[in-house]
């Protein structure tokens, strides 16, 4: 029923200003614009889109929110680095990070949190 359905992830963000220099200037991504219910809106490939919202608290999320499927996790790592995107390291049971990196099953993924605390993933599909 829903297959063919476009899909809009939502992020909590606190301050929507500084969300969006963060996901415009950091990220690249392309604005769509404000909607009348406060939600700003940006295109992403395949037609999903992404809707940041303001809300007091903020996210409390301690998962991933959002993955960006890239085809070199690596270069897309070095590209956010230049543009000021500070990356997670971790080192835990079943999740360890080396220069940022680390393989999980069938990926290599990155993990960066947004200005607003949402954490966010660079991932690259392994053959």
Not at 1 to 25: G, K, N, W
């Amino acid at each position: 029923m829903l297959a063919d359905a476009p899909v809009t992830t939502l992020l909590p963000v606190v301050d929507l200003d500084r969300a969006r220099h963060f996901y415009q200037q950091s990220l690249g991504l392309r604005p769509v614009g404000a909607r009348a219910d406060g939600k700003f809106i940006y295109a992403c490939a395949g037609g999903a889109l992404l809707a940041l919202f303001p809300r007091h608290e903020g996210t409390r999320a301690e998962h991933t929110a959002l993955s960006f499927q890239v085809p070199d996790v690596e270069a897309a790592v070095q590209a956010l680095e230049a543009a000021g995107v500070v990356f997670e390291d971790y080192d835990l049971p079943g999740l360890r990070t080396e220069g940022h990196l680390c393989v999980l099953g069938a990926e290599r993924a990155a993990w960066f949190k947004d200005s607003e605390g949402n954490i966010l993933c660079v991932h690259q599909d392994l053959a």
